[in-house]
């Protein structure tokens, strides 16, 4: 209990204002702690600022100049976040919708966001890949061919994959679907549009 309270009773010590070279310093650090983009670095250091403030001496800081410089030296390629965050979504069964709503909120800009949009193979793939891991459809534990499910648990499951981000028609084909099979064959009638 006494350690407790000499954690809370510690002062916190004052964050040093911050100028041009501690700023890049934060940047660096930020960057090499996280996967991010350009507009999201700007934004964390604009926070840094507010937070810190600039010492007297420091002038005016110039955040797009070391955004600039980090981004030409190679620490941050917005294209490569893109791509990997896109892959990484639609692997966990997000949709579409989801995809570009984290690339949206990352700063990707629009032309980014459109050549990492995943084409209709990739949809129907994150589609199986989010009823297979939460059983929905014929992925489920209580699914009857014969019956179906019941109307409740139906539209509770194709809500769900519409708010993961997916389009109603492909939330309704996966939770419709009369078997695993079926639900692969429909993956497979995608690839098989792009051969």
């Known amino acids: 209990m006494a350690a407790k309270q000499s954690r809370s009773s510690r002062k916190k010590r004052a964050a040093t204002p911050l100028d041009q070279a501690r700023l890049r310093d934060l940047a660096l650090t930020y960057v090499a702690r996280f996967s991010t983009t350009r507009a999201k670095l700007v934004m964390y250091l604009h ?3 507010r937070e810190r403030g600039v ?20 620490y941050i390629n917005d294209a490569a976040y893109a791509q990997a ?3 990484g979504l639609l692997r966990k069964g997000y949709g579409g919708r989801r995809v570009d709503q984290a690339l949206r909120a990352a700063g990707v800009d629009e032309k980014l966001r ?15 890949a989010l009823a297979s891991k939460r ?3 014929p992925f489920g534990r209580e699914f009857d061919a014969s019956r ?30 009369s078997s695993v099979d079926d639900a692969e064959q429909w993956v497979s009638e995608a690839e098989d549009d792009w051969t």
């Open 47 to 49: 926070r840094k600022i």
């Open 55 to 74: 010492a007297e001496d420091a002038g005016e800081l110039d955040v797009d100049a070391v955004a600039d410089r980090i981004v030409e030296l190679g």
């Open 85 to 87: 965050k896109s892959a």
């Open 114 to 128: 459109s050549d990492f949009a995943p084409d209709e193979s990739n949809r129907r793939h994150a589609a199986m």
């Open 135 to 137: 059983g929905f459809g």
């Open 148 to 177: 179906g499910l019941d109307v409740a648990k139906r539209e509770k499951q194709i809500a769900a994959m519409v708010r993961a981000g997916h389009d109603f028609a492909a939330a309704k084909a996966m939770v419709d679907a």
